[in-house]
């Protein structure tokens, strides 16, 4: 019982930065109707940026996390204006082609700089954690999963309560009746790409300290997350959520039970069954497929 209890404890803490990511996969898509590969990049970025401010040039922790969020919310704007926006007249297609060139893009870039070599990023507490009866809790899973928590209570307090969110929710459900409404639709897809960088680069930060920041990290927590958003049913807020923790606690545990060198095949077993069983994931609706 109390290795169940520490290995629920990693999973939810793992699950929770799945989630996150996850969460900026379907806003995206909610608004544009495109996948965006390039996510998980978002949080290899913020990682990097992070070590530069906070290790390479040596400034404070908390002035280097503001300025790796700042500088994903730029990247937000400049992916929005230069990927998406010259091909919203599109079909999916190209946007999505666009969105895996801009990954590589991205990737190579930071290879260039850094090269291949794995940085480390030191944690946010001196102390590395505490012990509450049989499980330790470590402060940065503790961290990682308090912030994921204040995030989804902001997410639907945010687009349930405030004029800002119900536009991005009209965007998002039909653009031509918003766009006659006076909402300004290309501002709301703006916005939308800033905010999932945003959360794709706080999902980087949270779990830098706790993997190495390397240039795969990113590609790694972009397959796990997307594997999370059909797994709760693609296009949906609270299966992303769920999708991602449920991941987490899922590999978490085939890692301690059955075999670590495995770990990541597990997610993909999961998603491989929802695929064939349950496409719609938990929390989508079955769509028939017309002839």
């Known amino acids: 019982m109390d290795l169940i209890l520490q290995l629920l404890f990693t999973g939810i803490g793992i699950g929770a930065v799945y989630a996150l990511v996850a969460l900026g996969f379907v806003l995206i898509f909610r608004a544009t109707n495109v996948v965006n ?29 503001l300025l790796a969020l700042a500088g994903m919310a730029l990247l937000g704007v400049i992916f929005n204006l230069g990927v998406y926006y010259p091909l919203r007249h599109r079909s999916y297609l190209p946007v999505i082609i666009a969105t895996i060139g801009a990954s590589i893009l991205l990737a190579n870039s930071v290879l260039a700089i850094y090269g291949p070599q794995p940085q480390v990023l030191p944690g946010w507490f001196e102390t590395p954690g505490i012990q509450l009866g049989p499980v330790y809790l470590d402060s940065q899973y503790l961290l990682i999963i308090g912030v994921t ?43 939308t790409f800033i905010y999932s960088a945003v959360l794709g680069g706080l999902a980087g930060l949270l779990v830098a300290p706790v993997l190495f920041v390397s240039i795969q990290m990113g590609s790694t927590i972009a397959l796990k997350a997307f594997a999370a958003t059909i797994i709760g ?59």
Do not use: C, H
């Open 233 to 291: 049913g693609f296009g949906d807020v609270t299966g992303a959520i769920i999708g991602g923790l449920a991941l987490g606690v899922i590999e978490t545990f085939g890692a301690a039970y059955i075999s670590v060198p495995y770990k990541d095949g597990f997610a993909f077993l999961v998603l491989i069954a929802f695929l064939i069983f349950r496409p719609q994931g938990i929390f989508g609706e079955r769509v028939a497929e017309k002839a």
């Open 37 to 65: 590969f390039a996510q998980g990049e978002f949080s290899m970025v913020a990682a990097y940026l992070m070590v530069y401010f906070a290790v390479d040039l040596g400034w404070p922790y908390w002035l280097s996390f």
């Open 149 to 191: 928590i204040l995030l989804v209570i902001f997410n639907f307090w945010f687009f349930e309560k405030t004029l800002l969110g119900k536009k991005l929710q009209a965007t998002s459900q039909d653009k031509e009746m918003a766009s006659l409404l006076g909402i300004s639709v290309s501002t709301m897809i703006m916005i």
